[in-house]
């Protein structure tokens, strides 16, 4: 902006709003300062011909004119006549030569320019860059010759690897790890819905996938989307066993358990199936060292520690120690 007191230049008149948008939000969902301004503009501009917005201002009865004029162009059409106003619908890259152009008018301090604005059309919600991460999915599935020809079978060994790095990484304390790898943790979700959807006989997308869990987070959860009450972490843990059991109507408490898993982990969750379910079941006796296991992750599991967790931190102190007998730095 010029001062307005300068003695050599007059005041500023017009107006120029530069009007953003994002890609994430359904083409003609507009703020309803956005609408005004496209209304009650002189003028409206875009340099993108396929911009995502045109037709829909179309059918509002904006008339948008194709082109991006230059900074000069532009100020001396908003200057004249008293004052006119222009809005430029930006593209997804921006006007970077415009506004360029139009820092350098307004910085010269040598003549009058019109007020300029910029106005956000519409706003990315929580979330909005997992659309990103789906529709680039969708693009590499499409043109990458390795991952168009993936399987879910092929890429469970990934999953388990990405699954254990994120572990590491919370249990390191290693924020910008735990950053990356619950990138990496999302994105085999993501590629694995993504090749379900081309199945031919029961094909499904991620969009059924999010559906699914955010049904099933809603009805786990009466005391935050319905009538009933949970004051304590006791009586929500209640609340969810009774829907989950209301929901699967086992036969066994078993049921459900994947075998795949961890053995000390495996353990650990039938001990606290059958806890749950009040029966008293002690662990069986035999001889070798998997019995010895057996009763040890039971009895952690009843005193409220998880054997798997607590091993690793066992492991990863001997690891250390093993490090310092070869005389490697610390981790």
Same mark, same amino acid.
């Given at each position: ?56 201002? $179309? ?11 230059? %900074? ?11 004052? $006119? ?43 909005? $860059? ?8 969708? =693009? ?62 029961? *094909? ?33 843990? $209640? ?18 358990? *994947? ?13 606290? =199936?059958? =806890? ?32 798997? +967790? %607590? ?12 490090? +310092? ?7």
């Amino acid at each position: 902006m010029t001062p307005p007191d300068s003695p050599d230049v007059a005041a500023p008149t017009g107006r120029i709003v530069l009007l953003t948008t994002s890609h994430r939000v359904a083409p003609g969902l507009l703020s309803w300062p956005a609408w005004q301004a496209l209304h009650g503009a002189d003028r409206v501009l875009s340099g993108d011909p396929d911009h995502p917005q045109l037709p829909y201002l $179309r059918d509002a009865g904006v008339e948008v004119e194709p082109g991006a004029p230059g %900074a000069r162009e532009l100020v001396d059409y908003c200057v004249a006549d008293g004052g $006119r106003t222009a809005v430029v619908i930006t593209s997804a890259e921006g006007e970077s030569e415009l506004t360029d152009g139009l820092a350098r008018l307004a910085g010269s301090g040598r003549e009058a320019v019109p007020d300029l604005e910029l106005l956000p059309g519409s706003y990315d919600l929580p979330g909005a $860059r997992l659309l990103d991460l789906v529709q680039v999915m969708d =693009r590499i599935r499409a043109e990458c010759p390795w991952s168009g020809t993936r399987t879910n079978e092929e890429l469970v060994k990934y999953g388990i690897e990405e699954a254990y790095e994120l572990v590491e990484a919370i249990e390191e304390g290693d924020r910008e790890a735990l950053l990356e790898e619950l990138g990496d943790v999302l994105l085999q979700v993501v590629f694995h819905a993504r090749i379900a959807q081309d199945d031919p006989e029961h *094909p499904f997308s991620i969009d059924d996938v999010a559906g699914g869990i955010v049904e099933k987070l809603i009805h786990r959860h009466p005391h935050v989307f319905g009538d009933e009450a949970a004051e304590t972490p006791e009586d929500v843990r $209640r609340h969810w066993l009774r829907t989950k059991a209301a929901e699967k109507r086992r036969d066994s408490v078993t049921e459900g358990v *994947p075998l795949g898993q961890p053995s000390l982990a495996l353990t650990a969750k039938l001990a606290s =199936r059958a =806890r749950t379910a009040g029966l008293d079941v002690a662990p069986p006796e035999g001889a070798g060292i998997g019995y010895e296991l057996l009763a040890l992750a039971v009895r952690a599991e009843a005193d409220g520690v998880d054997p798997e +967790a %607590a091993l690793r931190a066992a492991a990863r102190a001997y690891r250390d120690a093993i490090r +310092a007998a070869e005389g490697s730095p610390a981790r």
